[in-house]
């Protein structure tokens, strides 16, 4: 088993911007694309995502044959792959998980993900996997939604170059997609459940057309996040921002 090959630079406007580039000219991957700086890093919702400073951007680009309710599991692949780099190197819980695929410390958010994708010719898609990593350092709080932290916060982490960083997580990344390429998404959402932070607990969901406020239960086969409301009434929230121990 061989990683994806990585292509590193020291300065891009977004590897998911560059991913999208290479795609729409008929370049597939797979591969990853990791910039030391990004000059207009995305997140989700189209946030800025504050790059450079010894944090990690990287994206994978990767061509799947795959419907893109289907395709769209790989945010969950990259989350488990993601919260396990980071414990195998920081120590046993010291990440956790918030739905759909946050990387949370006790300090606040030191992760994201972004996937995006599009049609290839002949059939299949393309997705880009972005992923930002706060290694280093934290944005500022005036930056951000929600409270950020970086993994060199935590005690005992050994501070990591990106590449390194990067190296670590893409085997991780590979091993996971082809469990789920062979299985499925049920042991992807297993290995999710063990690592989440939040389930069992108050939930607030802010969706497009309303906000919701309940319980998360747990996460649905497909990925969803089952929510259960003050009434009994039960939600499948499939889309949205998520907060939990807010109600």
């Known amino acids: 088993m061989s990683a994806p090959p990585i ?24 591969v990853w694309i990791h910039a030391l700086e990004q000059t ?22 990767i061509p799947v044959d795959l419907p893109p309710a289907q395709a769209a599991q790989i945010s969950f692949v990259a989350a488990v ?23 949370y410390t006790a300090g606040g958010k030191v992760a994201g993900i972004l996937v995006e994708s599009g049609p290839r010719p002949g059939g299949g898609l393309w997705l880009a996997v972005g ?3 706060n290694l280093a350092e934290a944005p500022p709080r005036d930056q951000v939604e929600r409270p950020a932290a970086a993994l060199a916060d935590i005690p005992g982490f050994a ?23 062979h299985d499925g998404f049920p042991p992807v ?40 409301l003050e009434n ?9 921002d998520v907060f939990f121990g807010e109600t």
């Open 7 to 30: 292509e590193s630079y020291a300065v891009l406007d977004s590897t998911n911007a560059e991913a999208r580039r290479r795609a729409e000219a008929g370049l597939f991957g797979p």
């Open 40 to 61: 207009a890093g995305r997140g989700r919702r189209g946030r800025a995502w504050c790059g450079g400073g010894g944090n990690l951007a990287a994206t994978l680009l």
């Open 81 to 103: 792959a993601l919260c396990e780099t980071v414990n195998a190197l920081a120590g046993p819980g010291a990440a956790r998980l918030r739905w759909p695929n946050d990387l």
């Open 131 to 133: 992923i930002g990593v």
């Open 159 to 181: 501070p990591l170059a990106p590449a390194d960083f990067l190296a670590a997580l893409a085997n991780r990344f590979e091993s996971w997609r082809r469990i789920w390429v």
């Open 189 to 228: 959402g297993e290995a999710w459940t063990r690592m989440a932070d939040g389930l069992g607990g108050p939930c607030t969901a802010r969706l497009p057309d309303r906000t919701l406020s309940g319980t998360a239960e747990a996460l649905e086969s497909d990925g969803a996040l089952r929510l259960r």
């Open 232 to 240: 009994g009434e039960v939600v499948r929230v499939t889309a949205g």
